[in-house]
Each structure stands twice: as structure tokens, then as C-alpha cells.
């Protein structure tokens, strides 16, 4: 792999890891009580988004890879 693709994996991985620590604390919020109901559907509306773009990402990371290994393995 070139250098400018491992950077981009592991900004990649740091995006997901981000986002999943994003959606656990918007849900810690969500679940600690005291918010109000603006900010338990903000909390609620955030989770579905950051749950799906971390889901999306990791779906394109794994099929770029995927596509990467076969590529590889076609050229020995």
C-alpha cells in the first residue's frame, strides 16, 4: 500500500472510533436524565446520524479493502 493509503486508513479508523465515542456519550446524556426534550431528541436524532455514518464508513472501508486484496492478488 502507498503511503497516502495508509494515511488515509487510519484517519478512517479514527473517524469511526470517533464517532462511535460520540454516539455512546450522546447516549450516556440521553440516559443520565435532567436533559430537556430538545436536547433528548438532539441526543436521539444525533445517535441515528452518527451511528449510520460510522456504519456507512466502515462499509466502504471494508469493501475498498476487500477490493484492494483482490487487485493485489490479480497481479501475482
Known amino acids: 500500500m502507498s503511503q497516502e493509503w495508509d494515511e ?3 484517519e478512517v479508523k479514527l473517524i469511526i ?3 462511535d465515542a460520540f454516539r455512546d456519550d450522546l447516549l450516556a446524556a440521553a440516559d443520565g436524565g435532567g436533559l430537556t426534550d430538545r436536547q433528548r431528541e438532539f441526543a436521539r436524532d444525533s445517535t441515528v446520524l452518527t451511528s449510520g455514518c460510522s456504519l456507512s464508513l466502515l462499509e ?3 469493501e475498498a479493502m476487500a477490493e484492494k486484496t483482490e ?3 490479480t497481479k501475482e
Do not use: P, Q
Open 17 to 19: 472510533t470517533r464517532l
Open 60 to 62: 466502504l472501508y471494508a
Open 8 to 10: 488515509v486508513v487510519h
Open 71 to 73: 487487485e493485489e492478488e
